[in-house]
């Protein structure tokens, strides 16, 4: 009070006056008054006890304005014992829980204390045991992280320069890492717990000095490539560390081995030095690493700091990190909910491959949902895959071998040229999704490919020729050749994914497409016989004639829903297709092709017109039995092709 009135100041006034401290002040200890940003007005009158060794912001306000960290509580929770700041005095081996009710009391007695009440907030407690957390500062080894580093910059710096140099997948995670380097304290790397990978520090038994240096750590690194770790706590330093083992300070040899043992992130941290740097067949710096999303904080994060703080680079040229996998209403799985998948299990029942490729199905950056709905759908997926190999080697196993056989490129049909650009185009879409671990991009292009561009497109037009055609005729050779292809191409291009499946493959290939191997996994990288400035002249052809089929199969069905075709059969229709200038250029071009096979119609009749259109009637001619096209049949009851296939085979 003042003049009667409450005596106010803020905390800028108040900062640097002094008090006398409650319990040692008769010994001349005092406090100093200081301010805070995290304390405020909402509770209480604003002023609060300050305890810089016992929680961060006091810790951080008192580094601030030079406040000394007091510690006066042992390892065990204990005030330490004695009568002078920094011990317990009074209440000396108390446990601290137990000596609370009798400060209150102390203070009391001697009338120090204004109010004494209990007030509800949040506060950590012990995960297992449940009891409040008791905050003590102790000494730790750190890894600095603005000290400068023999080239001048700090380890912030240096590696904020080297993540620019390191490909991240996908791209915007070097903003996570980026921002976390940039925020991070120094590093404590030091954990005091009972066994571990021990800090190759000691202390002088005399006088209390630290000492670590190029002698003790060469002792060091000689007794555990002899003894392995667990000989730090086991063996006397007098009798490894020989001469090395003298304090600068005092002089003493009686050093002991410290207790402190290396955080665990330092362990893996350093992996690129264990692993790259010491084993020929590998390299440093690595390739990739390859982790979940939370490792930019963990493993990502102490590699970096490892390698730029030891050899100046980071120890890796590529990051690629994954999200986690979720249930199927996007919850965590777990087993309390009981909506884990056991991937054992599904291998056991679904086989492998279909829980590959349903991690290849799937955008792996972030988090993706999993159970039995979704994993059905990729076995759909898995058999549509499946079935396209099966029915590639039914007309290829023991019948067709391309070394043999095959017909050169150049020379083949123009319908099958259109198609080995577009195989060839797909491939390369492939490669560079691999190249760039978008394993999603993979499988959507291989599955719309085998699904609208084989099977609802070229295999089913061309099968026609490989059944009815001659048996070594230059027709069906000119599609046999570009179905080997096919399979080449997507025996290789679906291996890093379907392993077990592509195996199966190999067993039934020709000895010329399995260059002498077994194992899919062995195979070089598929070279597409096109580069992609000599197939992508052919592309604009490709896409003209998919976008008129897309139109003959709409009038076709309208056709068929009208009654006006009777066979469901697109044999039995006959087209009128009227297209652009532009498409009617390319269609009819040297690159164009007979409509028909596409089309797997009898006819097409094709002509010039404003826009796109087509119109179905009933094809010509009468049914081949055979090879059920409409055609002029001969004596035999053929129609001319097949007649002549037929008189080949006898």
Same mark, same amino acid.
């Given at each position: 009070m003042e003049n009667g009135e409450p005596w106010r100041a803020t905390g800028e006034q108040l900062a640097h006056n002094r008090y006398k401290q409650p319990i040692f002040g008769d010994q001349g200890e005092t406090g100093e008054f200081i301010y805070a940003d995290y304390v405020t007005l909402d509770d209480g009158t604003g002023i609060v006890h300050c305890a810089p060794g016992h929680g961060v912001d006091d810790y951080l306000a008192g580094q601030k304005f030079g406040i000394p960290t007091v510690m006066p509580v042992d390892d065990d929770g204990h005030f330490f014992v004695g009568d002078t700041m920094g011990t317990g005095g009074p209440w000396s081996g108390m446990e601290v829980n137990e000596a609370n009710p009798q400060i209150i009391a102390w203070l009391k007695e001697r009338g120090t204390l204004i109010l004494h009440e209990d007030i509800n907030h949040s506060y950590p407690h012990c995960w297992r045991c449940k009891e409040p957390v008791i905050f003590r500062a102790t000494s730790q080894w750190f890894v600095s992280m603005d000290k400068p580093l023999q080239n001048g910059r700090s380890l912030r710096?240096?590696?904020?320069?080297?993540?620019?140099?390191?490909?991240?997948?996908?791209?915007?995670?070097?903003?996570?890492?980026?921002?976390?380097?940039?925020?991070?304290?120094?590093?404590?790397?030091?954990?005091?717990?009972?066994?571990?990978?021990?800090?190759?520090?000691?202390?002088?038994?005399?006088?209390?000095?630290?000492?670590?240096?190029?002698?003790?750590?060469?002792?060091?690194?000689?007794?555990?490539?002899?003894?392995?770790?667990d000989a730090w706590f086991t063996e006397d330093p007098a009798e490894y560390l020989g001469e090395a083992g003298v304090c600068p300070k005092c002089g003493s040899h009686h050093l002991k081995a410290n207790s402190d043992i290396l955080d665990v992130w330092w362990d893996s941290g350093v992996s690129h030095t264990a692993v790259c740097r010491h084993r020929d067949n590998l390299k440093f710096p690595a390739d990739m690493y390859l982790e979940g999303s939370d490792q930019h904080r963990g493993w990502f994060m102490s590699s970096l700091m490892t390698s730029v703080g030891a050899y100046g680079v980071a120890p890796y040229k590529s990051v690629v990190s994954q999200g986690f996998t979720l249930d199927g209403q996007g919850r965590k799985m777990s087993k309390s909910l009981g909506n884990v998948i056991d991937p054992n299990k599904e291998c056991d029942t679904r086989g492998a491959d279909v829980l590959r490729l349903w991690v290849a199905?799937?955008?792996?950056?972030?988090?993706?949902?999993?159970?039995?709905?979704?994993?059905?759908?990729?076995?759909?997926?898995?058999?549509?895959?499946?079935?396209?190999?099966?029915?590639?080697?039914?007309?290829?196993?023991?019948?067709?071998? /391309?070394?043999?056989?095959?017909?050169?490129?150049?020379? %083949?049909?123009? #319908?099958?040229?259109? +198609?080995? @650009? &577009?195989?060839?185009?797909?491939?390369?879409?492939?490669?560079?999704?691999?190249?760039?671990?978008?394993?999603?991009?993979?499988?959507?292009?291989l599955y719309d490919y085998v699904i609208g561009d084989l099977s609802?497109?070229?295999?089913?037009?061309?099968?026609?020729?490989?059944?009815?055609?001659?048996?070594?005729?230059?027709?069906?050779?000119?599609?046999?050749?570009?179905?080997?292809?096919?399979?080449?191409?997507?025996?290789?291009?679906?291996?890093?994914?379907?392993?077990?499946?592509?195996?199966?493959?190999?067993?039934?290939?020709?000895?010329?497409?399995?260059?002498?191997?077994?194992?899919?996994?062995?195979?070089?990288?598929?070279?597409? /016989?096109?580069?992609?400035?000599?197939?992508?002249?052919? %592309?604009?052809? #490709?896409?003209?004639? +998919?976008? @008129? &089929?897309?139109?003959?199969?709409?009038?076709?069905?309208?056709?068929?829903?009208?009654?006006?075709?009777?066979?469901?059969?697109?044999?039995?229709?006959?087209?009128?297709?009227?297209?652009?200038?532009?498409?009617?250029?390319?269609?009819?071009?040297?690159?164009?092709?007979?409509?028909?096979?596409?089309?797997?119609?009898?006819?097409?009749?094709?002509?010039?017109?404003?826009?796109?259109?087509?119109?179905?009637?009933?094809?010509?001619?009468?049914?081949?039995?055979?090879?059920?096209?409409?055609?002029?049949?001969?004596?035999?009851?053929?129609?001319?092709?097949?007649s002549h296939a037929v008189a080949d085979q006898k």
């Open positions: 710096e240096q590696s904020l320069s080297e993540l620019e140099k390191v490909a991240f997948y996908p791209s915007h995670a070097i903003k996570r890492i980026g921002s976390m380097v940039e925020g991070r304290p120094d590093w404590c790397i030091s954990r005091q717990r009972n066994w571990g990978v021990p800090i190759p520090a000691f202390t002088c038994a005399d006088c209390g000095e630290t000492v670590m240096n190029d002698d003790t750590l060469d002792a060091v690194i000689k007794l555990f490539r002899e003894k392995g770790s199905s799937v955008d792996t950056s972030t988090d993706v949902p999993c159970d039995d709905t979704i994993l059905n759908h990729v076995g759909e997926a898995y058999r549509r895959f499946r079935n396209t190999l099966r029915f590639l080697l039914g007309e290829i196993e023991d019948q067709f071998d /391309p070394a043999v056989d095959g017909v050169p490129f150049d020379e %083949l049909m123009p #319908y099958d040229k259109l +198609v080995l @650009a &577009r195989m060839c185009q797909v491939h390369d879409q492939v490669s560079s999704a691999y190249e760039a671990y978008r394993f999603n991009q993979v499988y959507r292009t609802n497109g070229y295999l089913n037009a061309t099968k026609d020729r490989v059944y009815c055609g001659e048996r070594d005729g230059f027709e069906r050779k000119s599609a046999l050749t570009v179905w080997a292809q096919i399979l080449m191409m997507l025996v290789h291009d679906l291996q890093p994914i379907l392993v077990y499946t592509t195996d199966e493959v190999m067993a039934h290939l020709p000895e010329s497409m399995r260059d002498g191997q077994t194992y899919a996994a062995l195979l070089d990288w598929y070279v597409a /016989p096109w580069t992609a400035e000599e197939y992508e002249k052919y %592309l604009p052809a #490709y896409e003209a004639v +998919v976008e @008129a &089929r897309a139109a003959f199969t709409k009038a076709y069905e309208t056709a068929l829903a009208d009654g006006i075709l009777t066979e469901k059969t697109p044999q039995a229709a006959r087209a009128e297709l009227v297209v652009p200038s532009d498409l009617y250029e390319l269609l009819t071009g040297e690159l164009g092709c007979n409509l028909a096979e596409p089309f797997v119609a009898s006819e097409v009749v094709l002509s010039c017109g404003d826009e796109l259109s087509c119109v179905v009637e009933p094809a010509h001619g009468e049914k081949c039995p055979r090879c059920w096209n409409f055609r002029t049949l001969t004596e035999d009851g053929l129609c001319e092709r097949c």
